[in-house]
């Protein structure tokens, strides 16, 4: 778990307004992941406000802020999964000590970034985006082989039963009535 330095709109005295987002605390080259699928856009403030900077624009419209980043992983416009690498944390920008500034906006508006909280605190373990996904996949698969173990075990059946008929019958009733259609069908029209 990263320590939590700065909670949203939390005013500290060396800030001019509260602030928008949630601070992590991070040794630098920590790997940054993508949270959620989406496009990547870049920025770099220099040694002013959020350094080197990574933006996710999600599907849903939002998008997340990376912020103080000692160095990208990613291009301008490139698409993201949940999980991908996207940088390394650092110190760029205005910042008093390695960590990673967290925020997402909604339109030109900062929203509580909490909820995003928890996918921050699991970036890194490595089956935290991995279960979501494979989660769906494996669950896919257990149908379908379960599906087409059913399928293999009726054709199976089938089979079976057929080759029984076969070799049981007495086909003098079919054979019977097919003489009886055939009549029917030559001689009674
Ligand atoms: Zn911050």
Do not use: C
């Amino acid at each position: 778990m990263y320590k939590i330095t700065s909670r949203y709109l939390q005013q500290e005295s060396f800030r001019s307004s509260p602030h928008k987002g949630i601070d992590f605390k991070m040794e630098i080259g920590e790997p940054i992941r993508s949270i959620k699928s989406g496009q990547i856009h870049l920025a770099d403030y220099g040694n002013t406000n959020a350094g080197k900077t990574v933006f996710v624009e999600w599907e849903d419209g939002r998008t997340a802020i990376y912020g103080h980043l000692n160095e990208f992983a990613v291009k301008e416009g490139q698409h993201v999964n949940a999980g991908d690498l996207i940088g390394y944390a650092g110190n760029t920008g205005f910042s008093t000590g390695s960590h990673l500034h967290f925020s997402v906006k909604e339109g030109s508006k900062h929203i509580d970034p909490s909820p995003y909280m928890n996918d921050i605190q699991h970036m890194n373990d490595p089956s935290y985006f991995a279960q979501v996904s494979s989660d769906v996949k494996v669950s896919f698969f257990d149908y379908f082989q379960q599906h087409m173990d059913l399928i293999g075990t009726q054709l199976t059946d089938l089979k079976v039963n057929f080759v029984h008929f076969l070799a049981l019958s007495d086909y003098s009733p079919i054979i019977k009535l097919l003489q009886n259609v055939i009549q029917f069908i030559f001689f009674n029209i």
